[in-house]
């Protein structure tokens, strides 16, 4: 099992940043495959971006393609979403998991281990 704790929400006004940090605990390694998630109030969790952290390699949702950017610090267990350019439609819960796939990609089914999130709120 492993445990995942994410920090780094708050709230920022319209085309601002926030970092979030997601540090994994227990039998990490062989979750290679670490995805950010978000909830909006009423609103199905939709994928964010994955990061196939042996390598590096990432994917995006369309939606935050060109503002976002995942990374990993692999030696810390951490993994980080820099949010930049932020928008009222990116305001929602932001959740950090983990999984041990075939295949890495921010589509939830794959994911099997999940923090708690963390609240992101962009408004005026």
Do not use: H
């Not at 708050?10 to 994994?24: D, E, I, K």
């Not at 670490?34 to 109030?41: E, S």
């Not at 950017?69 to 350019?85: C, E, K, P």
């Amino acid at each position: 099992q492993v445990q995942l704790v994410e920090s780094g929400g708050g709230s920022v006004q319209p085309g601002g940043s926030l970092r979030l940090s997601c540090v994994a605990s227990g039998n990490t390694a062989s979750r290679t495959c670490m995805g950010w998630f978000r909830q909006a109030p009423g609103k199905e969790r939709e994928g964010v971006a994955s990061i196939y952290t042996p390598i590096g390699s990432t994917n995006y949702a369309d939606s935050v393609k060109g503002r976002f950017t995942i990374s990993r610090d692999s030696a810390q267990n951490m993994v980080y979403l820099q949010m930049n350019s932020l928008k009222p439609e990116d305001t929602a819960t932001y959740y950090c998991a983990a999984a041990s796939p075939v295949y890495c990609y921010f589509t939830e089914s794959l994911f099997r281990d999940w923090g708690q999130g963390t609240q992101v709120t962009v408004s005026a």
